[in-house]
């Protein structure tokens, strides 16, 4: 195949405004703060996304193609720093080095040849470890879907692909979570072929303390972008993306929706035992908020809950994104909605991770403009024991996903990068815990723009 042509970026809604690639990488302390970092905010909140380091070609599909760029914001002692770097696999190198885009999307049938990148790239896929970070066991990780994460060192250097000695060369989701009682991270990693979903734990020192375990029963090949965590179950819900790589070769997705099938819910014991499956009828998750383990043994999972896939199939019609709780265990499964508002990026406080949780917080939509797809103009939190429903929206800031900042103070906050809608201008926020919607006690200004997209994390100091 011929190379593809450039993609038309001023076109592109997610290659132009909030969502064009920041291709600049500073390191500047002592930013603008308007109002006042509070008192024992002392860490770094870091976030993913995709940022084609050059004008793509092919196809961009948003949020699946693209090169990973990290943000990082150290607070300290009432000062604020922010550091950008790209995350540098091979294939960014080697268009670095030739000054152009060289691969496609991850959708084109197309692969440069040895004659372009050299025979050890020749015919590879661009990695993509753009999509999430997270830090565990003394690693500090950029994550790819599905795909070895990139370790990235303390001034965001890339210090290369990550296959824990050899043990995970298929590599993990964008999405492990740590269960902050035993220290463990756990992890799942999907793939074309048999046996199609595997899991694997890590120890509290970044250890692998089990290998990559098959999931005994997944008979297909599945897109799972998220799971969930219990104290005594993996949750995977396996939702009907169907992929199907030969389709990519005759023009198509690699990817389709088949709602016939339904969703199959695995609940995976962490002890080794024998997997419990369910089914439901169709829907497509993205991501989870969080499990617990319900007495008797059933499982609750909260997560955001659409119809279909949106842009990643053909497949029209509405497509809200609910606050859900599914209820997996003795009765099968049900599914109530915990908050009609349209969602997505669902976070709690981590520390109550795998165990009963009272707020998520979420980006959403205030309903008052036209929003750019995958863009915001709202932060909801909702109290899942009281129903009580806090809003955020000033009208003119975009926000990012919602991460919970803890603080040696003890207080609890909820920081989001956003930018204005107006100017174009980033910002960091820092909202407090305790009456969100009264909205930020300080706002960081951040001196480049930061491209709005995906997930990001709080890494305290402490
Ligand atoms: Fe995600």
């Not at 969502?19 to 603008?32: K, T």
């Not at 046996?195 to 692998?208: E, K, N």
């Not at 969602?343 to 403009?369: K, M, N």
Request: some cysteine; hydrophobic content about 40%.
């Amino acid at each position: 195949m011929n190379r593809p042509a450039p993609v038309d970026m001023a076109h592109h809604s997610h290659l132009c405004g909030m969502f064009a690639p920041q291709r600049e990488e500073v390191d500047v302390r002592g930013l603008d703060v308007v109002g006042e970092l509070p008192d024992g905010l002392e860490g770094s909140y870091l976030r993913n996304g995709p940022n084609p380091r050059f004008d793509p070609i092919g196809h961009y599909v948003y949020p699946i193609d693209g090169d990973g760029m990290v943000h990082r914001i150290e607070l300290s002692a009432g000062t604020a720093r922010y550091t950008n770097r790209f995350v540098r696999t091979p294939q960014v190198v080697a268009e670095e080095k030739a000054g152009r885009a060289l691969w496609a999307g991850i959708t084109d049938p197309y692969f440069p040849a040895a004659d372009e990148v050299g025979p050890d790239l020749a015919n590879t896929m661009r990695e993509l470890p753009d999509i999430n970070i997270v830090r565990h066991g003394g690693r500090t990780l950029a994550l790819a879907e599905a795909a070895p994460p990139y370790a990235l060192g303390t001034d965001l250097e890339t210090l290369g692909r990550e296959t824990f000695g050899g043990t995970l060369p298929v590599g993990l989701t964008a999405h492990p979570k740590i269960d902050p009682r035993t220290g463990e991270m756990v992890a799942f990693c999907y793939m074309l072929d048999p046996p199609y979903l595997t899991w694997s734990v890590f120890g509290p020192d970044g250890a692998v303390t089990r290998a990559a375990t098959p999931v005994e029963g997944a008979d297909r090949p599945l897109m799972v972008h998220d799971m969930a965590l219990t104290g005594t179950y993996i949750v995977l819900v396996l939702a009907p993306m169907v992929f199907d790589l030969g389709k990519i070769f005759d023009g198509g997705s690699p990817l389709e929706w088949r709602p016939e099938l339904g969703v199959q819910i695995a609940l995976v014991p962490r002890d080794g035992g024998a997997v419990r499956w369910f089914t439901t009828d169709a829907f497509w998750m993205w991501h989870t908020a969080n499990a617990f383990d319900l007495p008797g043994g059933d499982v609750a999972l909260d997560y955001v809950e659409w119809r279909y896939p949106g842009a990643l199939t053909a497949h029209a019609g509405p497509n809200p994104s609910l606050l859900r709780r599914a209820t997996i265990g003795s009765r099968g499964v049900t599914r109530t909605t915990l908050h009609e508002r349209d969602i997505e990026f669902p976070r709690i406080d981590d520390r109550r991770s795998t165990g009963r949780h009272r707020v998520v917080a979420t980006l959403g939509r205030s309903g008052s403009r036209r929003l750019p797809s995958g863009s915001a103009d709202a932060l909801f939190w909702f109290d899942v024991e009281t129903g009580a429903d806090t809003v955020w929206c000033d009208g003119t800031l975009s926000p990012g996903e919602p991460a919970y900042l803890t603080s040696t103070s003890g207080a609890g906050y909820w920081g989001s990068i956003a930018t204005d809608f107006t100017d174009l201008t980033s910002w960091f926020l820092v909202f407090p815990e305790v009456d969100p919607g009264a909205g930020p006690v300080a706002r960081v200004r951040l001196p480049i723009r930061v491209p709005a997209g995906l997930h990001g994390a709080w890494l305290p100091s402490a």
